[in-house]
Nanobody, 124 residues
């Protein structure tokens, strides 16, 4: 499975961006998908996860109410709509595919496949 993340860029504080992650697999719908982010000098942090059908979602407290994760299983694409961006949201955002137990879907070690990352820069 190959994942390609795109849609990052420069945005002002309070602005919005939508990230996308295209998957090159016909088994996309069998994977739990997630977004993680990593700022310079920091660990990779969980952002959001979505279940196989898209019916279940889970967010880090830091983005709850501002970010929305979604997926299109017909197009094999994962999305992350980011609103009200804050300077601390500046990071490289990675998409990931795996089959973790839902209760552990925030654990990066449980994901098999990773995209190359897309940089989000938030100006203050």
């Amino acid at each position: 499975v190959q994942l390609q993340a795109f849609g990052g860029g420069l945005v002002e504080t309070g602005g919005s961006l939508r990230l996308s992650c295209a998957a090159s697999t016909n088994t996309f719908s069998t994977y739990v998908m997630a977004w993680f982010r990593q700022a310079p000098g920091k660990e990779r942090d969980f952002v959001a996860a979505i279940g196989r059908s898209g019916g279940s979602t889970y967010y880090a407290d830091s983005v709850k109410g501002r970010f929305t994760i979604s997926r299109d299983n017909r197009k094999n694409i994962l999305y992350l709509q980011m609103n009200s961006l804050k300077p601390e949201g500046q990071a490289i955002y990675y998409c990931a595919a795996g089959r973790p137990a839902w209760s552990a879907s925030d654990q990066p070690s449980l994901y098999y496949y990773w995209g190359q990352g897309t940089l989000v820069t938030v100006s203050s």
